[in-house]
DNA sequence: GCTATTCTGTCACTGACTGACAACTCGGCA
DNA sequence: TGCCGAGTTGTCAGTCAGTGACAGAATAGC
């Protein structure tokens, strides 16, 4: 994560800023999973979490973000790993892989991170105010993805490829985890990698 | 546009309706352009169509909404050339047809309908607002499309191509349209059919 | 003409989100 | 240890998007 390898010692402000954040992501998608994301104010969440509403704010631009933390994790982990692009080899096997990875992390929902993701996104898949803030969460990130790849690739501002491959590849990956999450909701038998191998496949068979 | 061929003689109510609409959509994207969307109330949108702030609201769901019509438009398009898909020919040189057929239609922003999507398009460059509100009516939109692809291709409910075929084709017309009007907003030149067959180009490039 | 339907404006209201300010807490330094 | 600058928080007042209810006007069909 740090740039050095060794963690920096986060100080006591960074570890009660890190909490707080926490807990107002843990109550606001128990709230939103219990009532509905319309139905649950921005005051209650604050409650809930020990906070002033105007604490939340400050931590999340709109309530609906307070949900869209794992989101926002997997971003961090997206950037490095751009950071790492050969721009020899070809670009999408490169990024398949980075998808494949994220998502083998997830461990099919087991993992701490994968069963967030799960909740979240069944929570996407019946509230569409919450799938509209990630697409607006997911647009201000793809303009660092989009760097990042440029860069990687050695091209200029002028070529599509950068962008093509960024927006096409978080295509797949929306994809993927949406209908695994939907599968899941509805009682199905469905496996996260499985289904990434099957979008993935399909997507080549689309292009032939 | 109409099925039968014979436009059925639109009603006063439909005429007045559509008029209103228009002029809300007018003025909405002139105020948005002139001030930006966060300092253009509902309030001056409705006195500068003529209208009660409540009836703005009845047009459209959102304000930002009011100056997506053209986006609304191309829907109805892309809908009926949807239906007449051939599900035994290959999937996606018909949907790049498609983009390539309402692209000529806008006649590089000459047509009026190209000169409307270029002017919203430029200013959703400028604002993250109007770009999340586009990308939330897309989603809502893609429904529709994903299920006349899957018609088409009589493919079940399992089968991912559908939903891939129809985001990966929104994604390169979203990318052409934005490029394009990106590119026309800071003066350079830019074709917009140009633009598309390259963006379909490199996509094509990338899954090599 | 009359009536049912649709459209509109007005009003009252909730709740998201913002700016300003004061109080408090933490980190570093003498 | 005490002090100071920076960061964090709560409170308060305010703007404005968006909604439901209701009454009145306009239109469609007869």
């Not at 050095?4 to 926490?22: F, I, K, N, V, W």
């Not at 921005?42 to 939340?56: D, L, N």
């Not at 609906?64 to 950037?79: K, M, N, Q, S, Y």
Request: glycine share 6%.
């Amino acid at each position: 994560m740090s740039e050095t390898g060794t963690t920096p010692a986060p100080s006591l402000r960074e570890r009660r800023r890190h909490q707080t954040e926490s807990d107002i992501c843990h109550v606001a998608l128990e709230l939103f999973e219990q009532h509905g994301v319309a139905a649950t104010t921005v005051e209650q969440i604050a409650e809930a979490a020990g906070v002033s509403a105007r604490t939340v704010f400050r931590y999340f631009p709109h309530k609906e973000d307070a949900a869209l933390v794992p989101h926002r994790d997997i971003e961090a982990t997206v950037t490095s790993r751009l950071a790492g692009l050969d721009g020899g080899a070809p670009l999408l096997p490169q990024l398949e892989q980075m998808w494949e990875e994220i998502l083998t992390g997830f461990d099919n929902g087991t993992s701490e991170a994968g069963h967030q993701m799960l909740r979240v996104w069944s929570l996407i898949c019946r509230e569409p105010t919450l799938l509209a803030a990630s697409l607006r969460a997911e647009a201000q990130r793809m303009e660092h993805a989009v760097t990042a790849v440029r860069q990687a690739l050695g091209a200029d501002a002028d070529d599509l490829r950068p962008r093509l491959a960024a927006e096409s590849l978080a295509t797949l990956g929306r994809v993927t985890i949406e209908t695994w999450a939907a599968k899941r909701d509805a009682g199905q038998e469905a496996d996260l990698l499985e289904t990434f191998q099957q979008a993935r496949d399909a997507m080549h068979r689309l292009t032939r």
